[in-house]
């Protein structure tokens, strides 16, 4: 038997409050208390432990070692993932559906979506130039729903734009939240469920027809690996899985707007036109701002980690927001200096704003290409007019 290691053990009966009190640093703030990158504590009235920094995020990713089905908690579930969504998903299923995403992830695919977003912005400036006062995030929540849903093919009315922009958006603004915004994002997500539910039905009944590669058509025909097509709930959820987060690009594209106005001197490099400097931006806004905190599992068997036990069943956060400020992996984590991405050896365990691993094996979004491609468009109106 090795030598087990007792794994520190934050004290109290139960720290949830604190978890949503300090949100994005309660990770990061006990790592750097405990002098460790993992420690035992008490969620949600369950034993939890929670992990950080590359190495974490390897072994968090191994598919042997974690799962995630049943490891969401029924908060998130109601209003960020749905039920039964890729997010719960694992081994084979989960590499199956995952390649149902993935399809349409193809250079093709994503050149569509560049154009489709350039001519939603191009719209929107212009309509700017008109408008006595812009809130741009809530201008550019717009663009991405429009940008989103005219990419996966799903049909938008015009009188009911805002109405899916703010259904869509509550989702992710309300997935930690309790109370009255919970039910917000829960009812949200309801009705964009049956909105979506009923275009899956419509698709599959011949009634309307969006173009091929879409979202839309390829999840509405999917068929799971029984051969059968996706449950129309199953498929609404996974539509609304390209339409939401898409959207929530709206959160990094404002972190955009804020770095281009806090630090001028990166402003006059983006005039340059230099695409890759362009790329560099984007990847340090992506690590330096917050979005995702942290994401969970569930331990899938006992194993031993650097000495520590991990018991089956336990709950386990992944610190996303520390591990892309965690000193031991960047110089000056708290500086913003998009050259640190010059010569970034691409680890997909080291730089994790939208989880780590692989992304067709792995957990790892399969729309960080489409975070990326969007952002390139944006940044570009961004720097070009003046806001």
């Known amino acids: 038997m090795p030598n087990l290691t007792k794994i520190p053990q934050e004290e109290g009966i139960d720290h949830t409050l604190s978890l949503l009190r300090e949100g994005y640093m309660y990770i990061s703030n006990r790592r750097r208390s405990?002098?460790?990158?993992?420690?035992?504590?008490?969620?949600?009235?369950?034993?939890?432990?929670?992990?950080?920094?590359?190495?974490?995020?390897?072994?968090?990713?191994?598919?042997?070692?974690?799962k995630r089905k049943k490891a969401a908690p029924?908060?998130?579930?109601?209003?960020?993932?749905?039920?039964?969504?890729?997010?719960?998903?694992?081994?084979?299923?989960?590499?199956?559906?995952?390649?149902?995403?993935?399809?349409?992830?193809?250079?093709?695919?994503?050149?569509?979506?560049?154009?489709?977003?350039?001519?939603?912005?191009?719209?929107?400036?212009?309509?700017?130039?008109?408008?006595?006062?812009?809130?741009l995030y809530d201008e550019v929540q717009e663009i991405m729903c429009r940008t989103a849903c005219q990419w996966a093919g799903v049909p938008l009315k015009e009188d009911e734009v805002k109405k899916w922009t703010n259904d869509l958006g509550a989702m992710f603004e309300t997935a930690a939240s309790v109370g009255p915004a919970h039910w917000l994002g829960r009812n949200a997500r309801n009705r964009v469920e049956k909105w979506i539910g009923d275009l899956i039905v419509q698709v599959r009944d011949g009634k309307v027809n969006p173009p091929e590669n879409t979202a839309l058509h390829t999840f509405a025909w999917h068929r799971d690996l029984?051969?059968?097509?996706?449950?129309?709930?199953?498929?609404?959820?996974?539509?609304?899985?390209?339409?939401?987060?898409?959207?929530a690009i709206a959160v990094f594209i404002n972190f955009t707007a804020l770095a281009v106005y806090h630090f001028p001197e990166e402003r006059?490099?983006?005039?340059?036109?230099?695409?890759?400097?362009?790329?560099?931006?984007?990847?340090?806004?992506?690590?330096?701002?917050?979005?995702?905190p942290f994401v969970a599992a569930l331990v899938k068997k006992d194993f031993t980690w650097k000495g520590y036990q991990f018991e089956e069943g336990t709950f386990t956060l992944l610190d996303l927001y520390g591990t892309n400020h965690d000193p031991k992996i960047w110089d000056n984590p708290e500086v913003f200096n998009p050259k640190r991405f010059a010569n970034w050896a691409d680890s997909p365990f080291s730089f994790i704003p939208q989880g780590g691993g692989d992304y067709f094996m792995g957990h790892r979004c399969a729309g960080e290409w489409v975070t990326i491609e969007v952002m390139k468009v944006s940044l570009n109106y961004l720097v070009s007019n003046e806001f």
């Open 74 to 135: 029924n908060r998130a579930l109601e209003t960020l993932f749905g039920q039964n969504g890729i997010q719960t998903l694992d081994g084979e299923a989960h590499k199956h559906r995952k390649d149902m995403f993935m399809s349409i992830m193809t250079p093709e695919g994503l050149k569509n979506l560049t154009n489709v977003t350039k001519q939603q912005w191009q719209t929107a400036v212009d309509k700017w130039e008109r408008m006595d006062k812009v809130v």
């Open 34 to 66: 405990f002098h460790s990158d993992v420690f035992a504590t008490r969620l949600l009235g369950k034993k939890a432990i929670c992990i950080g920094g590359k190495e974490a995020a390897e072994i968090f990713y191994d598919n042997e070692k974690f």
């Open 226 to 247: 029984n051969g059968k097509f996706l449950d129309t709930e199953i498929a609404a959820v996974e539509v609304i899985n390209i339409l939401r987060p898409i959207v």
């Open 268 to 292: 006059k490099k983006l005039e340059s036109g230099d695409e890759k400097y362009a790329l560099m931006f984007i990847q340090e806004v992506r690590r330096f701002y917050p979005f995702f």
